[in-house]
């Protein structure tokens, strides 16, 4: 694969010292949530493994650590936590397989963890451009391309089918494709192509027409949105489908709209607060901060600031250094756990400083957001 010249988000990490927090407003980062993400970057930092890993043979775990550091503007190598995301990413990279596979798990998380680690390297890559990354990403961008099913989805193990798995499966790709595409590598049309088609698939309407017209396709008129594998509708798959259409570039499609109108009811009714839990699980709020972001407008100005205050209120607060400024994560128990949890909520909190390359794109055209409000 080619790689162009890129000029992205590079320019705006902090290097040196502590990052610079931007954002538009209180309305988007508070005092309160700054001293959050410092606290679970400090937890994530003094829990961390010699090896990087957090006590995790998981890479897409692990690159989600890296990935809680670079969204808060700590590139690797440099500033106070640089030496910390630097053993992170390398012990993706001792990891990798010569096939360009990024898992040393079960095979059945072999794409899971791909994905996500692929990703992770894409936004350190355009942090601070390191020559350690490329030959990783060039391999692990054409392994994704390789193993994409005939339909235009993934299995959870690296292998090229006739169907993809789930929606699951792919979001963690397209945002892989993406990171690669936004720091100049190539990806074939394609691929991109099929898991468009792919994507949609999943998209399911909910009732009859509700007086809300988001173009001109008869689902349109119809409140819906993204699921597992076609049957129930779950925050989490409501946000992702959002999301992949996002990546690809498809930020008119009345799916992400109507997606993200579901997305929004359970924040208002489903979220919860629990002390030294993620509101929702970690696995959905990963996927709702970023769908709701890319949206942007009314949807980001109205429920970002829910979440975020969630997320604040729930983070622990303990004497024991091995919990205080953590948050469980959901799914996976122990130092994983609070791994899963901590990163995706840093992450949340720090989306409003738009340091990463993928939180540089644009949001819907002026037209689209009023008719979508």
Aim: glycine share 12%.
């Amino acid at each position: 694969m080619d790689r162009r010249s890129f000029i992205g988000a590079s320019g705006t990490l902090a290097l040196a010292g502590t990052p610079v927090v931007y954002g538009e407003g209180e309305w988007e980062i508070t005092a309160e949530s700054a001293k959050s993400v410092e606290r679970g970057l400090d937890w994530l930092a003094r829990n961390q493994g010699t090896s990087g890993n957090w006590q995790s043979t998981d890479l897409g775990l692990v690159a989600l650590g890296a990935l809680a550091f670079l969204a808060a503007g700590h590139a690797p190598g440099r500033s106070q936590y640089g030496d910390t995301v630097s053993r992170a990413i390398s012990y993706i990279l001792t990891n990798a397989k010569p096939s360009g596979l990024l898992n040393i798990s079960s095979e059945g998380r072999d794409m899971y963890n791909h994905g996500l680690a692929v990703f992770a390297l894409t936004q350190a890559y355009g942090a601070v451009p390191d020559k350690r990354l490329s030959g990783a990403l060039d391999r692990g961008i054409k392994l994704i391309c390789d193993v994409q099913c005939s339909d235009g989805g993934w299995d959870y193990v690296a292998r090229r089918g006739s169907r993809g798995h789930d929606l699951s499966l792919s979001v963690m790709q397209a945002k892989a494709l993406r990171g690669a595409t936004d720091i100049g590598l190539d990806i074939p049309p394609r691929v991109i192509e099929l898991s468009i088609q792919s994507v949609r698939n999943y998209y399911r309407a909910l009732g009859p027409p509700d007086g809300k017209r988001y173009g001109n396709d008869p689902l349109a008129d119809r409140p819906g949105a993204f699921t597992y594998n076609g049957g129930r509708v779950t925050t989490a798959m409501a946000a992702a489908g959002a999301v992949c259409l996002q990546e690809f570039g498809k930020y008119d499609d009345f799916r992400i709209l109507r997606s993200l109108d579901h997305v929004a009811n359970d924040i208002q009714n489903s979220m919860q607060v629990r002390a030294g839990y993620v509101p929702f699980d970690a696995y959905t709020m990963y996927y709702v901060a970023q769908g709701l972001y890319q949206v942007g407008r009314d949807r980001w100005r109205k429920n970002y600031p829910l979440i975020r205050d969630a997320i604040v209120r729930s983070q622990s607060k303990s004497t024991s250094q091995s919990v205080d400024g953590a948050w469980e994560g959901g799914r996976v128990s122990g130092v994983p756990g609070k791994l899963f949890g901590t990163a995706t909520s840093v992450f949340a909190l720090s989306i409003p400083n738009r340091y990463l390359p993928i939180l540089q794109e644009g949001e819907f055209g002026d037209a689209q957001n009023d008719a979508a409000r």
